[in-house]
C-alpha cells in the first residue's frame, strides 16, 4: 500500500516533523509568516504530551530553548527575520555551550520591519554566525514541503550528533505554500546519549552547562574545540542537488523557493537546447564547494535568489571563478521563470 | 568526638573569588545547607546568573547551567517543564533579575512557574565595576551616577518585590537581610521556605536579600553591614511581602 500523502503547508510540515522528530520543547512567539507554525505546535504539542509555551519574547524563547536543551531534551523554537535577529544572543550562548537546538527562520523581506512578503535576505545572518563569537549553525534550506519535513527531522539528528544548533532556513512562500506529503517513520535517528546534560547529580559528579570559559587558555581552547567540530562538518555534511552538470556552459545556483523557479527555467533552457545546469545547494552552511569544483568544467555561473546577491561571494569562493552573475530581487519581488530564461538567454549570446 | 560544624556537601571545598565582606558567600552557602537539610541535592539543578556569581557553579557541588545575562528564568522554566521531579534555582542579582531581565522575571512569575528565585539585592553592578543599578539608592554614588542617583532621569529604586507580588501567579515574596548574624538565620529560613514551596509544588517563590558590596559601596565590610541596616532598609523594608 503507498504510503498516505496529506495536504500541508511547510509551516506545518516543519512543526508535525519536529513532533516526530521526538521535540520534547517547543517556544515561539508570534511572527508573520510563520504563524501557523506556532498555531499547529500549541494544538499538537501537549496532545503529544510535550510541553508548548507561548514566550514573552523572542529573547526569552530561544532561552528558553537552551534550558531544555541543557535539560537534555529536543528542543525547537521558530520565528521570521526580525524575530530571528533578536534572537542571535541565545544562539551564540547555544553554540558556546554546545548546545543541539533546532531554529527555524521563515524568511521576510529586510532591512528593519521590512515587510511581510517572503525573502532570503537573512543568508548572510544564518550562515555567517548573526550573534557574537566564532561559531557556526548548520543551515538546511528545504524546496518544498516535503523536504521541510524531511529536513527537519534530519536537522534534530544532526544537532544531537554534533551538539550544535540547526537552522531550518525557508521563505515565506515556502512556509505558506501547501503541497502532498508523506509522513514516514515515528523517530529522527537513534537516541544519543547526553551525558552531560543537566538531571541532578544522582551517581555522578555534577554537570554544568556553560560558554564562559575565564581561565588562562580555556576560552581558547573551548574554540578549537568547535572549530575541529566544524571542520567534521564541513567535510561530511554538504548536500545539494545537481541538475545537468555534466555539459553545462551556464549553471544557476539557486536554494529554496528560487530554486524551484529556477529548475522551471532550466527545463524551458535544455528544451531550446541550451546547455544549461543547476546546483541547489540544501546545506548553505557547509556550503555544498564541492559541487562547484569538477575538474575540467568551464561553466559559467548564475545565482538567482529572493536578496541582493548574498550568496553570490559563496559561489565565487567555491568555484573559483571571480566572476559571478546574478539575478535577484527582495522586499517583495520574486524572480520570475521568464527574468531567468531572458538572463540566460542573453548571456549565451 | 561529634562534628558539630562542617561544610555542607552542596558546597565545594574551593577557595572563591569574592571580596572581603561580600554577601554572595553567605548566600551560596545558605542555599547549600539548605540542599542538604532538604535532601535534594542529587535532584537540584541551579541556574547561574551574569555577575559577580557568574561562576557559583564552580562553588557548589551540584548540576548547574549558566544563563544569559537576565534570561536565567526563560531558562529555569524550560528545565522544570521538562523535568518536574527536579528542583530549580535561579540565583541572580538586581541588574541581572530587575534591569535586563525585567520581563523574564515577570512573565516567568506571571505564569506561575514552580520556581524558587534568590534575589541578591546590593544596590549596585559589581563585576562591571560599581555602575548603578535599579535598586541604587537615590542620592547613592556609582560609576555612573558620579553626583548620585537622581529619581527623575535616573529612575527611583525599583521594587521589583513588591510588582512581583501583585501577580496571581506569584505564591511567596520575602525581603531579608545580612546585616547580622540573626537576620542570616532569619535569610536562611526564608529561603527554605521557598525552596520547600517548590518542593510541595506551590509556585513562585522569590527571597530578595539585602546584601553588602563593600567594594563598591566604598565602605569597610562591618560599615557595608551596617549601611544595608540603616539605609537601604529605609528603601526596602524587611518582611514578608506576600
Known amino acids: ?349 | 568526638m561529634k562534628k558539630i560544624f562542617t561544610r555542607p556537601e552542596a558546597l565545594k571545598d574551593a577557595p572563591n573569588h569574592y571580596c572581603p565582606g561580600c554577601g554572595h558567600g553567605i548566600a551560596h552557602r545558605l542555599i547549600a545547607e539548605i540542599v542538604d537539610e532538604t535532601g535534594i541535592r542529587e535532584k537540584v539543578i541551579g541556574v547561574a546568573p551574569v555577575g559577580c556569581a557568574v561562576v557559583a557553579y564552580d562553588y557548589w557541588n551540584f548540576d548547574c547551567s549558566e544563563a544569559a545575562h537576565g534570561r536565567a528564568l526563560a531558562v529555569a522554566t524550560a528545565i522544570k517543564r521538562l523535568r518536574p521531579q527536579n528542583i530549580v534555582f535561579t540565583y541572580q542579582g538586581d541588574g541581572d533579575l530587575a534591569a535586563i531581565g525585567t520581563n523574564e522575571t515577570i512573565h516567568a512569575a506571571n505564569r506561575g512557574e514552580n520556581l524558587t528565585v534568590i534575589f541578591i539585592n546590593n544596590a549596585i553592578y559589581g563585576m562591571t565595576g560599581g555602575q548603578m543599578a535599579p535598586t541604587t539608592l537615590v542620592g547613592q554614588k556609582t560609576a555612573t551616577t558620579p553626583s548620585g542617583r537622581e529619581g527623575k532621569g535616573h529612575g527611583y529604586p525599583l521594587k521589583i518585590s513588591e510588582i512581583l507580588s501583585l501577580l496571581p501567579g506569584v505564591c511567596y515574596v520575602e525581603r531579608v537581610s545580612f546585616q547580622d548574624p540573626q537576620h542570616v538565620l532569619k535569610a536562611k529560613a526564608a529561603i527554605k521556605q521557598a525552596f520547600l514551596n517548590q518542593i510541595k509544588g506551590q509556585g513562585f517563590s522569590l527571597v530578595e536579600i539585602l546584601s553588602p558590596c563593600p567594594t563598591y559601596w566604598g565602605m569597610s565590610p562591618k560599615d557595608a553591614l551596617d549601611w544595608t541596616r540603616d539605609v537601604m532598609q529605609k528603601e526596602f523594608p524587611l518582611g514578608k511581602i506576600k
Open chain 1, 1 to 349: 500500500m503507498p504510503e498516505k500523502r496529506i495536504l500541508m503547508s511547510g509551516n506545518e510540515a516543519i512543526a508535525e516533523g519536529a513532533i516526530r522528530a521526538g521535540c520534547a520543547f517547543y517556544a515561539g512567539y508570534p511572527i508573520t509568516p510563520q504563524n501557523e507554525l506556532i498555531a499547529y505546535m500549541a494544538k499538537n504539542m501537549p496532545k503529544a504530551g510535550r510541553v508548548f509555551i507561548q514566550a514573552e519574547s523572542e529573547l526569552a524563547a530561544i532561552n528558553m530553548v537552551y534550558g531544555a536543551s541543557a535539560a537534555g531534551f529536543r528542543a525547537m523554537t521558530s520565528s521570521s527575520s526580525p524575530g530571528i535577529s533578536l534572537k542571535q544572543e541565545g544562539i551564540s550562548y547555544i553554540s558556546g555551550a554546545q548546545l543541539p537546538a533546532i531554529i527555524v527562520n521563515i524568511m521576510r523581506g529586510g532591512p528593519g520591519l521590512g515587510n511581510i512578503a517572503p525573502a532570503q535576505s537573512d543568508y548572510f545572518q544564518a550562515t555567517r554566525g548573526g550573534g557574537h563569537g566564532d561559531y557556526r549553525l548548520i543551515v538546511l534550506a528545504p524546496a518544498s514541503v516535503q523536504e521541510a519535513y524531511d529536513l527537519t527531522r534530519e536537522g534534530f539528528a544532526l544537532a544531537d550528533k554534533y551538539r550544535i544548533a540547526v537552522m531550518i532556513l525557508g521563505d515565506g512562500v515556502l512556509g505558506q505554500m501547501m503541497e502532498p506529503v508523506t509522513l514516514a517513520g515515528k523517530n529522527a535517528g537513534k537516541p544519543f546519549p547526553k551525558r552531560w546534560a543537566l538531571t541532578g547529580c544522582k551517581g555522578r559528579k555534577p554537570n554544568v552547562v556553560k560558554s564562559f570559559f575565564m581561565a588562562e587558555g580555556g576560552l581558547e581552547k573551548a574554540n578549537l574545540d568547535l572549530q575541529k567540530k566544524y571542520k567534521i562538518i564541513e567535510k561530511k555534511e554538504k548536500r545539494y542537488e545537481g541538475l545537468f552538470l555534466k555539459d553545462a556552459e551556464l549553471i544557476l545556483v539557486a536554494y529554496g523557493t528560487t530554486a524551484r523557479i529556477a529548475k522551471n527555467a532550466l527545463f524551458r533552457l535544455r528544451g531550446k537546447g541550451r546547455k544549461v545546469g543547476l546546483i541547489r545547494p540544501i546545506s548553505l552552511w557547509p556550503f555544498p564547494a564541492d559541487a562547484f569544483r569538477m575538474p575540467g568544467r568551464k561553466a559559467r555561473y548564475l545565482t538567482v535568489e529572493m536578496s541582493y546577491g548574498q550568496m553570490v561571494e559563496d559561489v565565487k569562493l567555491s568555484s573559483g571563478c571571480a566572476e559571478v552573475d546574478f539575478l535577484g530581487r527582495s522586499g517583495g519581488g520574486i524572480p520570475g521563470e521568464e527574468e531567468i530564461v531572458n538572463k540566460v538567454n542573453r548571456m549565451m549570446i
